[in-house]
C-alpha cells in the first residue's frame, strides 16, 4: 500500500501568552486530500494552532511543515499553497459579490484573464449568476459562507484551512456547505476544519479532539466512538471533557 502525502507535519507544537499555554506540545500529521477536523470547545486552543500553522503567528516552540514549508522560515511561501477562511470575518459588506472575487483573486496572484474566468466559473457552480453585482451585505448568511468558501479556494491551494466556518447557519445550510468542501477534498484539496459541532465530526476523515490545548485523542469518527464506547461524537467529547 502506498504511504500517505503528508502536506502538515507538527511536532511538539506550543504556543504561550505569558504564563498562559494556549496550545500545549501538540504533535500531528494530515494528508492529502484528507478531511481533518480540529475540534474542541471554545478555548481549547483550536483558532490558536490554526493561526500559528497559517504563518500568522510564529510558535513559542515545536516545529511544523505546511506544504513542504518551515513555518518560522517560510512564512510566505506557506501563504502561497493555502487558503484560509474565518467565521468572523470573510468578505468585504460593501462590495458586490464580483468585486469580492476579484479582489480576493488579485490577492492570490492571478490574472486578469484568470479571474474572469474564475469568477464565471464559480457564479455558475453556485447558481448565483444573478448576483453578480449584488452587495455582500445583501445575501444570506448561508450563501456568503458558501461564497467565502468558494473565494478561499479560487487560486487552487494544497491545503484549505476553515476556521469554524459554519458558525451561526442553520443545518440544512451546514450541510450544503460540507458538500462543497467533500467536492474539494475530492480534488485533492487537503481541508483543516475547526468547530465546535460534535455532529459535524462525522463528516471528517479523521479527527484531534482539543482539550485546554492538548489534543487528547485522534483517529477516524467510527474508532473513537468504539474506543470510548459510546454512540455519538458528542459523548466522545463529554468523555474526554471530563477526564
Same mark, same amino acid.
Given at each position: 500500500?502506498e ?6 507535519k507538527?511536532?511538539n507544537? +506550543? ?18 486530500? !484528507?478531511?481533518?477536523?480540529? *475540534? ?7 483558532? +490558536?494552532?490554526m493561526?500559528? *500553522? ?46 469580492n ?21 464559480l ?15 445583501? *445575501? ?9 468558501f ?11 484551512? *476553515?476556521d !469554524? ?9 451546514? #450541510? ?9 477534498s475530492? #480534488? ?17 476523515? #479523521? ?8 489534543i487528547e485523542a ?13 454512540? +455519538? ?11
Open positions: 500500500m504511504a500517505p502525502n503528508i502536506v502538515i507538527v511536532e507544537l +506550543t504556543k504561550k501568552f505569558g504564563n498562559f499555554i494556549a496550545v500545549n506540545n501538540i504533535s500531528f500529521e494530515v494528508y492529502k486530500g !484528507e478531511i481533518f477536523g480540529f *475540534l474542541g470547545a471554545n478555548g481549547a486552543g483550536k483558532s +490558536t494552532a493561526k500559528m *500553522l497559517c504563518g500568522l503567528w510564529l510558535p513559542t516552540s515545536g516545529n511544523a511543515k505546511i506544504a513542504g514549508y518551515d513555518i518560522y522560515k517560510e512564512t510566505e511561501l506557506i501563504k502561497k499553497k493555502i487558503g484560509y477562511m474565518s467565521q468572523k470575518f470573510s468578505l468585504y459588506e460593501d462590495l458586490t459579490v464580483a468585486e472575487i476579484r479582489f480576493y483573486a488579485g490577492i492570490y496572484g492571478l490574472s486578469n484573464q484568470q479571474i474572469e474566468a474564475k469568477t464565471n466559473e457564479l455558475s457552480k453556485l447558481g448565483i449568476e444573478e448576483l453578480r453585482n449584488s452587495l455582500i451585505k445583501s *445575501l444570506p448568511l448561508g450563501w456568503k459562507q458558501k461564497l467565502a468558494s473565494v478561499a479556494i479560487i487560486h487552487d491551494p494544497e491545503i484549505v484551512f *476553515l !469554524e466556518p459554519t458558525g451561526g447557519v442553520d443545518p440544512i445550510t451546514r #450541510r450544503q456547505f460540507w458538500d462543497l468542501i467533500y467536492d474539494a475530492n #480534488r485533492g484539496v487537503t481541508v483543516f476544519v475547526t468547530t465546535h459541532y460534535m455532529d459535524e465530526a462525522e463528516y471528517c476523515d #479523521r479527527i484531534s479532539m482539543m482539550v485546554a490545548g492538548k485522534l483517529d477516524k469518527p467510527s474508532i473513537l466512538k468504539q474506543n470510548y464506547g459510546v454512540s +455519538t461524537m458528542d459523548e466522545v467529547f463529554l468523555k474526554l471533557a471530563r477526564g
